[in-house]
């Protein structure tokens, strides 16, 4: 035992006179385990096609359609379709997705076909619609709010309820998530239920046609084929046609992907997007942890070799040496090991806590889950490292040409060269992201007056008759002492979502004008939104709850589903009544909307204060805003805090994935300084073996700055173009679309010439090396 501990400790001692490799390969190996960790869990628990936690692949959805509207009958219709079911042997289970049973306003339940609904695994998605259908009953009143209810778990529907004599259509925006399986029978409560946020689930409806069909309900069904068409033909063929239900069968990812469609932004294609990069961003971890930990293990083994040749050279037992230099790379695995656990729970808090992407485990499960992930991925990637050196390194001749000429040793450095192009590209590459996304972060955190936050504050307007008097207003403030500047701005602290309203011709009270910079780009830009006063119009005769719509560049917009737009010079126009209006960026690709909200009034102007402002300071606005609109009182908030609470998730996962790519930029940048140290030793010793049999003395300097420039031009072709495609194209669906511009390219050119510089000074520093000990040679 004793003798143990004397190994270990002298291991540890020879690890510590080499403290950069130490220091710099246990960050790499600690980082690349725990973020490859926080992935895998992100990716398997959270990913958008494990939303029945089975394989998705052979689930299909038997969807009913019925000839005539006011003959559905829930019951017989539910027993017709199960009877079909039971009667195909493919069809190896089956879900009723259908069944409702509300609790309506006066606490009457009765059970009712719920039309077309699914789990959607996605977070802040901002359309959802539930049309109930039932036979009897009373309607729920106007503007009633419903909670729908798992048997497992809560999904709160917050928002309003449209009633006719036969349907209710439920809208409501922006909520977090958990993953629920679709299966089991839902209810609704009214809405002073309460339930914890952990528990909100995000549901959406499938819209098998542009307007949604309110007389289908479904089934899901399990398969034991991939495919359909055999299904398809026995439910034709056991379904009576002179019955008034059809049905139809489609795969579950068909329908998944289809419905997705209509998530249109990057906040409602969040965490498909997000679990989209975690794969990437996985895969990339490993590879490239791996590489550099084996290139920095290299060079501390190519350090190790001399002292190798010298044992041999004096009868030494090589074998006793190998062992020695594997015991210490193990013993660095395990330190790398220890340090990622301890960043585990941290990481993984900061990583996915902010969007749900993975199911919470007990502490103990994590403990135990982390634990063996980072010990079969850490001893593995060490066991990569400990073959790989011994395959270059091992050699059964005593003879050092044969050592340091042989052919495996001079193929992996071939391989390296190859390496050194793709980091170097990355590198720069990553440079050119990382600015894009930071910039696009600071454009969100700033207001219309610059890019610091600091001091500066919104005045909110409530909704007025016509265009609030931003002007008498604007002036009034400016004459305050504090007050720098003044601007307008349209952006406030409000839930996004679309809410649709049945209005009428008998509402056309208000015009609503969309102003729209340019229709023809992919990026429409900021919509500039006004009310204009109409006939009969007045802030206190609008009705509550009255919110519209959906814009998409085709150049209409939706309400309840209807195209009621016009378009005249470059105007879009739709008659309705709202109360209060939210509008973000859009992206036209993908059918960009506005938002339009029933919340507090948004009209806005920003304010930069010189200084912090004080209480004396603030009631001087809120007195100038009284004199200018009497009896309306100004809300003054942070705009800071209007930000971050209107776009919590996007900023919380833009500083993250910049965060990692930092991250990956460290490492890759010593890793690239490792693999250049490693081919310099090898091409140095090559060298002085050419010329110790007599061969000619080549220029290492000429080869090594050739090179130098070869691997830099041939880097910058590669990462430029990738980095203005990633930046332009994956970046434009974030909170405000930057361009790249010059200086983020040549930020990104100057990065790799200090790499290429740094790793040539590693070059040069050995190359002075050995010229000193030629003299002292010599002499």
């Not at 628990?45 to 394989?55: E, K, P, V």
């Not at 009765?110 to 901002?126: G, H, K």
């Not at 996915?352 to 990637?381: D, H, K, R």
């Not at 919380?652 to 910049?658: C, N, P, V």
Request: a positive charge; aromatic letters at 12%.
């Amino acid at each position: 035992m004793s003798k143990t501990f004397i190994l270990i400790r002298q291991y540890v001692a020879n690890l510590t006179k080499n403290p950069t490799y130490l220091i710099f390969s246990v960050i790499c190996l600690a980082v690349t385990l725990t973020f490859s960790y926080v992935l895998v869990r992100s990716v398997y628990f959270g990913s958008a096609m494990n939303t029945f936690h089975t394989n998705h692949r052979n689930i299909y959805r038997l969807a009913t359609s019925y000839t005539d509207y006011n003959q559905i009958s829930a019951s017989s219709d539910v027993a017709s379709a199960e009877k079909i079911l039971k009667q195909i042997p493919e069809v190896t289970a089956y879900t009723k997705v259908g069944q409702i049973n509300p609790t309506l306003v006066n606490d009457r339940e009765e059970a009712v076909p719920c039309s077309n609904f699914f789990l959607m695994d996605s977070s802040a998605l901002s359309i959802f619609t539930f049309n109930f259908i039932w036979k009897s009953g009373e309607p729920l009143a106007q503007g009633s709010t419903g909670v729908l209810l798992s048997e497992a778990k809560a999904l709160a529907l917050f928002g309003t309820t449209q009633c006719s004599d036969r349907s209710i259509t439920i809208s409501y925006g922006n909520l977090n998530h958990q993953i629920l399986p679709v299966a089991g029978v839902f209810h609704t409560y009214p809405a002073t239920a309460t339930f914890a946020p952990d528990y909100i689930a995000a549901f959406h409806t499938f819209y098998s046609q542009p307007e949604l069909d309110k007389t289908k309900q479904g089934f899901y069904l399990c398969a034991n084929n991939g495919s359909n068409q055999a299904v398809q033909a026995k439910i034709n063929h056991l379904t009576d046609t002179t019955q008034r239900i059809t049905y139809s069968l489609g795969a579950f990812d068909d329908i998944y992907f289809r419905s997705l469609e209509i998530l249109n932004d990057f906040n409602r294609k969040g965490n498909l997007l997000f679990h989209r990069i975690n794969l990437i961003v996985l895969i990339f971890t490993l590879l490239f942890g791996l590489i550099n930990f084996l290139c920095l293990s290299l060079v501390y083994y190519e350090s190790r070799l001399k002292e190798f040749f010298v044992r041999k050279v004096f009868g030494g037992n090589a074998t006793a040496f190998r062992r020695q230099i594997f015991a210490e790379l193990m013993i660095l695995v395990i330190v790398a090991i220890g340090t990622a656990f301890l960043c585990l729970n941290m990481v993984e808090e900061i990583y996915t806590g902010n969007f749900n992407a993975a199911i919470s485990l007990t502490l103990g499960e994590n403990i135990t889950l982390g634990l063996c992930y980072l010990l079969f991925v850490g001893l593995l990637m060490g066991a990569v490292v400990i073959v790989v050196t011994y395959w270059l390194f091992h050699s059964r001749s005593s003879d050092i040409k044969t050592i340091y000429n042989s052919r495996s040793r001079r193929s992996f450095t071939t391989i390296l060269n190859n390496v050194k192009v793709v980091q170097l590209a990355f590198l720069m590459m990553l440079i050119v992201v990382v600015l894009t996304l930071n910039a696009q972060i600071r454009y969100a955190m700033s207001g219309n007056l610059g890019y610091n936050p600091q001091n500066l504050y919104s005045v909110g307007f409530p909704a007025f008759s016509g265009e609030p008097n931003y002007a008498a207003l604007k002036g009034e403030l400016l004459k305050q002492p504090k007050v720098g500047a003044v601007s307008a701005t349209t952006i406030g602290p409000y839930a996004r979502g679309v809410y649709f309203d049945n209005l009428t011709s008998a509402d056309a009270t208000t015009e609503i004008t969309f102003e729209v910079a340019n229709v023809e780009n992919d990026f429409l830009g900021t919509l500039q939104a006004r009310l204009i006063a109409g006939t009969g119009f007045s802030p206190s005769g609008m009705p509550q709850n009255s919110n519209l719509a959906i814009v998409n560049k085709t150049g209409y917009l939706a309400l309840g589903g209807e195209k009621v737009l016009n378009k005249k010079a470059g105007r879009y126009q739709i008659v309705g009544v709202v109360e209060d209006i939210y509008m973000e960026r859009l992206d036209a690709k993908v059918n960009p909307q506005l938002y339009l909200c029933n919340n507090d009034a948004i009209y806005a102007l920003l304010i930069r204060f010189n200084d912090t402002p004080d209480s004396s300071a603030m009631a001087r606005i809120k007195a100038s805003y009284a004199a200018i609109y009497p009896g309306f009182t100004c809300t003054i908030t942070p705009y800071s805090e209007l930000i971050e609470e209107a776009y919590t998730k996007e900023l919380a996962l833009g500083k993250m994935i910049r965060f990692i790519l930092l991250t990956f930029l460290i490492i890759m940048f010593f890793g690239f300084l490792g693999i250049s140290r490693f081919e310099f030793n090898v091409k140095a010793f090559s060298i002085a073996m050419r010329k110790l049999y007599g061969a000619e003395e080549v220029s290492i300097y000429r080869s090594t700055l050739f090179k130098q420039l070869i691997l830099l031009i041939t880097s910058a072709t590669i990462a430029l173009p990738l980095g203005y495609l990633i930046s332009n194209k994956w970046l434009s669906s974030y909170i405000y679309h930057v361009d790249v511009d010059l200086y983020q390219l040549g930020f990104a050119v100057a990065i790799g010439i200090i790499t290429i510089v740094a790793s040539s000074a590693v070059y040069l520093r050995d190359i002075y090396k050995m010229k000193a000990t030629r003299v002292i040679r010599e002499q």
